[in-house]
T-cell receptor, first 114, second 113 residues
């Protein structure tokens, strides 16, 4: 069975600084996908970034980058130059290649301070 | 605008009163799914559908039903809701190829008294 672990229930960061949100995963699949979603206080789930298990380069999307370390089974999200609007809950998720579901971690609540 | 819509957005009901939460997507996606979100547990899949008339159980299907008669719609049915089904529900859809990025609806906050 797949499992996603996010060990940081909450994080604080100063505005304009970078922050890393941790995610480790466990799977026996060779091919898998890793995702990060943002959930602001309004409740919607916003897709941020994707990393495929066979992608040789770390994914980047604007201020978001994914630090993918396959041997360590980690897929940490790095947010550069934090903004107040980055305050939200962040979820790491993995795609199940069998039934193609997403398995989610428990989330990290990020608060950006001015 | 490409989107996944859910209705209602908020619902308070009583134990045992059947209810349906609708989900519709306009992106012609084959795959649709329902999740529930509970504090400290992240999102857990309830049911999913690979295409019209093809549905299957996710991780927490007990107490729920779904149907997929049309590609765009995937309603979630609670035949006899109970208080432990109080949760935030998300519908999601995606095309069944490529990155398989799932796009989520806005969520339905359900309270069962």
């Amino acid at each position: 069975a797949q499992k996603i672990t996010q060990t940081q229930p909450g994080m604080f960061v100063q505005e304009k600084e970078a922050v890393t949100l941790d995610c480790t995963y466990d799977t026996s699949d060779q091919s898998y996908g890793l995702f990060w979603y943002k959930q602001p206080s309004s409740g919607e789930m916003i897709f941020l970034i994707y990393q495929g298990s066979y992608d040789e380069q770390n994914a980047t999307e604007g201020r978001y980058s994914l630090n993918f370390q396959k041997a360590r089974k980690s897929a940490n999200l790095v947010i550069s130059a934090s903004q107040l609007g980055d305050s939200a809950m962040y979820f790491c998720a993995m795609r199940d290649t069998g039934r193609r579901a997403l398995t989610f971690g428990s989330g990290t609540r990020l608060q950006v301070q001015p | 605008e490409a989107q996944v819509t859910q209705n209602p957005r908020y619902l308070i009901t009583v134990t045992g009163k059947k209810l349906t939460v609708t989900c519709s997507q306009n992106m012609n996606h084959e795959y649709m799914s329902w999740y529930r979100q509970d504090p400290g547990l992240g999102l857990r899949q309830i049911y999913y559908s690979m295409n019209v008339e093809v549905t299957d159980k996710g991780d927490v299907p007990e107490g729920y039903k779904v149907s997929r008669k049309e590609k765009r719609n995937f309603p979630l049915i609670l035949e006899s809701p109970s208080p432990n089904q109080t949760s935030l529900y998300f519908c999601a859809s995606r095309v069944d190829r490529g990155k398989n990025t799932q796009y989520f609806g806005p969520g339905t906050r359900l309270t069962v008294l």
